[in-house]
């Protein structure tokens, strides 16, 4: 059983950064895809950025692409999403979920994922 964690997350102005993390309790989690997903209040969870386990694939939303950025430290069992250019819509509690992916359309797909994290609530100011 994968335990993730999350954090990063916090209260910003409208065009500032955060970088959230993803930390997870096992060595495993180094040959898994995991993915970032947001849940906004009274929408459905949805897909932000996913990263392959060897970081050689990395998928984004279409709302978030040449703003935030996935990355991976598998010797720190760590993942991360730089978020830059925030905007008022960008808020959300942020998940992580990791699990194998074997398709690359899998990689946006809520039902793939397995393990999740607890969630980090983004706020952002206009």
């Known amino acids: 059983q994968v335990q993730m964690v999350e954090s990063g997350g916090g209260l910003v102005q409208a065009g500032g950064s955060l970088r959230l993390s993803c930390v997870a309790s096992?060595?495993?989690?180094?040959?898994?895809?995991v993915a970032w997903f947001r849940q906004a209040p009274g929408k459905e969870r949805e897909f932000v950025a996913a990263?392959?386990?060897?970081?050689?694939?990395?998928p984004y939303a279409d709302s978030v692409k040449d703003r935030f950025t996935i990355s991976r430290d598998n010797a720190k069992n760590t993942v991360y999403l730089q978020m830059n250019g925030l905007k008022p819509e960008d808020t959300a509690v942020y998940y992580c979920?990791?699990?194998?992916?074997?398709?690359?359309?899998?990689?946006?797909?809520?039902?793939?994922?397995?393990?999740w994290g607890q969630g980090t609530q983004v706020t952002v100011s206009s």
């Open positions: 096992e060595r495993a989690f180094n040959v898994y895809a």
């Open positions: 990263i392959s386990w060897t970081g050689g694939t990395t």
């Open positions: 979920a990791a699990d194998r992916i074997y398709s690359y359309s899998d990689f946006r797909r809520l039902g793939a994922y397995h393990y």
